[in-house]
T-cell receptor, first 111, second 118 residues
């Protein structure tokens, strides 16, 4: 499996500001990447995905950037809202089958 | 669409007993389901891949005799924690892939099951 974090980094942003959440993945051969949002006591929710043949993908209010050179993913959330408060995880996969989750980031939006 | 349920949502059991957790895909068929474990304030750790009609594939370090997985139908996978101990207390989450989602690799997650072993 891939690396698993032992602590949870935190990020606090003001409502309406943009948020940037970063993730370092561990396997340079990973081909599939997904960002998930997890609210307390619930299962993860899909946010956005990207394949290794792309370096940027946009969704509604979210953008994922992939830098394969340094094995880095970022999730940008535009105009962050209180409902965006949650823990965010990136997940990587070689085959699109087994996904391995990275260290999450706890996002708190200040009203 | 693409709803995955888990039952029970929480369970408390005594040390030494076994607990079964169910994962169901409600509106799609899943030949592949996945089981994860999550400790408080930590990431999800993939435990095993559950394959319909065949044996599960376990991740390195996961005891297959302790975490029994059965995927007897296209909509149901079960995880049985045998001879549970307090250190098995965790949040167990399953996910499923839609077998008819061509080219897709998205997994749909269940709401999780909180297991507490006393």
């Amino acid at each position: 499996g891939e690396s698993v974090g032992l602590h949870l980094p935190t990020l606090s942003v003001q409502e309406g500001d943009n948020s940037i959440i970063n993730c370092a993945y561990s396997n340079s051969a990973s081909d599939y990447f997904i960002w998930y949002k997890q609210e307390s006591g619930k299962g993860p929710q899909f946010i956005i995905d990207i394949r290794s043949n792309m370096d940027k993908r946009q969704g509604q209010r979210v953008t994922v950037l992939l830098n394969k050179t340094v094995k880095h993913l970022s999730l940008q959330i535009a105009a962050t809202q209180p409902g965006d408060s949650a823990v965010y995880f990136c997940a990587e996969s070689l085959t699109g089958n087994q996904f391995y989750f990275g260290t999450g980031t706890s996002l708190t939006v200040i009203p | 669409g693409a709803v995955v349920s888990q039952h029970p949502s929480w369970v408390i059991c005594k040390s030494g007993t076994s607990v079964k957790i169910e994962c169901r895909s409600l509106d799609f068929q899943a030949t592949t389901m996945f089981w994860y474990r999550q400790f408080p304030k930590q990431s999800l750790m993939l435990m095993a891949t559950s394959n319909e009609g065949s044996k599960a594939t376990y991740e390195q370090g996961v005891e297959k005799d302790k975490f029994l997985i059965n995927h007897a139908s296209l909509t149901l996978s079960t995880l049985t924690v045998t001879s549970a101990h307090p250190e098995d207390s965790s949040f167990y989450i399953c996910s499923a892939r839609d077998r008819f989602l061509a080219g897709g690799y998205e997994q749909y997650f269940g709401p999780g099951t909180r297991l507490t072993v006393t």
